[in-house]
């Protein structure tokens, strides 16, 4: 039985929107089927001072696993050019614009924490630009 996956899509380098419609494409190809999708908005980069996003969330159906899903995820963000991870300094965190950015937002409503997943995001709730899509799709992921 196929897992629902909400995956959040941002670009702020580049064709913001072919990165996005790739990023969909490859999605569909590797993770599974989209079975719903929010429109796109533009939103202004958050965290750091940089050009505008593009943002958009999807709802996917997969058999693979959270870790395989994040695996996955990264793999196509790294085919589509985004060279650097956010990292932590000083205990803040440090973003930087990218070509694309897939976040997992939630997995089956499960709950997950290691070092390289926190199910659902943390951060949901802190950003607008995850929380209007959202709402458009009807999601409530507890926040």
Known sequence: MPHSAVIGLGSNLG??????QMANCLIGWEVGAIVRRSTVIETPAWG?????????????????????LLDTLQSIERR???TQK?????????????????????????KLQNDRLTLPHPHIAEREFVMVPLRELGIDIGY
């Open 15 to 20: 064709n913001r929107q072919f990165y996005l």
């Open 48 to 68: 750091f001072e940089s050009d505008p996003f593009l943002n958009q969330v999807i709802v996917v159906e997969t058999e693979l696993s959270p870790m395989e």
């Open 80 to 82: 589509l050019g985004r």
């Open 86 to 110: 956010s990292t932590v300094v000083d205990g803040k965190p440090v973003y930087h614009a990218r070509t694309i950015d897939l976040d997992i937002l939630d997995y089956d409503r499960m």
